[in-house]
């Protein structure tokens, strides 16, 4: 059970952003949220996370919905290199990761 | 800063066979340990986990078993491989369990 929704796939354009949706509609209160990537063949990288706020850091931005049960992975711009599968987890205290299938995005040039 | 080592990177076994697959990590200290397998074209799942040394806890029963003999180091082993055991085998490690988790390289485990 991976505890959160994600779309299979998703397209964007290059240089265009790109919002990734999940939904984690039985989080708990301590549950952070959790984005990785994974690109072909390589492990996952981790990419950003956050509990309640807004997150920012050099490769995205986390928006969490008010009352937390879904958040918005955001590129700002897309890359070639962005083409991965990205996998949105929901974290809590003494809970080990759950990754589901994720989402599939795929950059068009 | 912290790094995380796996290998071998790629590895190619007969059925019934034995696995050892070694990680490591270094610049940091009783790190949480994980085991992860990802059949091809699908997610990870959690094999193993641990949280010091020789404390292993298993998600999924197999034939697989962990081993975390020093602080920074984990061991995913087999004493007899299946078919079923190929796979993408992945270590991560985390400053606490829900705090974010960083992957190595990988192996790329094939049983012919």
């Known amino acids: 059970d991976a505890k959160t929704t994600q779309p299979n796939s998703m397209e964007s354009n290059e240089e265009e952003p790109v919002h990734l949706p999940c939904n984690h509609s039985?989080?708990?209160?301590?549950?952070?949220i959790h984005w990785y990537r994974q690109l072909p063949s390589q492990g996952p990288e981790y990419v950003i996370h956050?509990?309640?706020s807004n997150v920012n850091n050099r490769m995205a931005s986390l928006a969490i919905a008010e009352d937390r049960k879904s958040s918005t992975l955001i590129l700002h711009r897309a890359t070639l290199r962005d083409a991965a599968v990205y996998y949105c987890i929901r974290g809590g205290h003494g809970q080990n990761f759950v990754f589901g299938p994720g989402t599939r995005l795929s950059v068009l040039p | 800063s912290q790094t995380i080592h796996q290998w071998p990177a790629t590895l190619v076994q007969p059925v019934g066979s034995p696995l050892s697959l070694e990680c490591t990590v270094e610049g940091t200290s009783n790190p949480n340990l994980y085991w992860y397998r990802q059949a091809a074209g699908r997610g990870l799942q959690l094999l193993f986990y641990?949280?010091?040394?020789?404390?292993i806890s298993s998600e999924v029963p197999q034939n697989l078993s962990a081993s975390r003999p020093q602080d920074r180091q984990f061991i995913l082993s087999s004493k007899k491989l299946l078919l079923s055991d190929s796979g993408f085998y992945l270590c991560?490690?985390?400053?606490?369990?829900?705090?974010?988790?960083?992957f190595g390289d990988g192996t790329r485990l094939s049983i012919l």
């Open positions: 956050g509990l309640t």
């Open positions: 039985t989080i708990s209160g301590t549950d952070y």
């Open positions: 641990s949280v010091g040394i020789g404390q």
């Open positions: 991560a490690w985390s400053v606490r369990v829900d705090q974010p988790q960083h």
